[in-house]
């Protein structure tokens, strides 16, 4: 069974830093690309970042220089480091597991609230 597990998330101030993780189970971790997407009330869910099998990592454009995305494939973890958050960065953020090669083979884990909010 694919388990994506995201610790609980968190409240913090405008300008404050946040970290998020998800810690895959069930699947070979480095087959996987490990993007995280995220969610605002009454909007799309929408790419945040995205780090590759390879350790390639891409940003959306709102989150770049902001955030960092990182990966262990020891540990089948992956990290969302996030910085000078602001309010617009409110959202249910969900980690990913996207299958490298098969398309279509893809898990999501629950998705965890992260408010910025003074």
């Known amino acids: 069974q694919v388990q994506l597990v995201e610790p609980g998330g968190g409240l913090v101030q405008p300008g404050g830093s946040l970290s998020r993780s998800c810690s895959a189970s069930?699947?070979?971790?480095?087959?996987?690309?490990m993007p995280w997407y995220r969610q605002a009330p009454g909007k799309q869910r929408e790419l945040v970042a995205r780090?590759?099998?390879?350790?390639?990592?891409t940003y959306a454009d709102f989150v770049k220089c902001r955030f960092t995305i990182s990966g262990d494939n020891a540990k089948n973890t992956v990290w969302l480091q996030m910085n000078s958050l602001k309010a617009e960065d409110t959202a249910v953020y969900y980690c990913?597991?996207?299958?490298?090669?098969?398309?279509?083979?893809?898990?999501w884990g629950k998705g965890t609230l992260v408010t910025v909010s003074s």
């Open positions: 069930g699947i070979i971790f480095c087959r996987y690309h």
């Open positions: 780090i590759t099998s390879n350790g390639m990592t």
């Open positions: 990913n597991a996207a299958h490298s090669v098969i398309s279509g083979m893809y898990y």
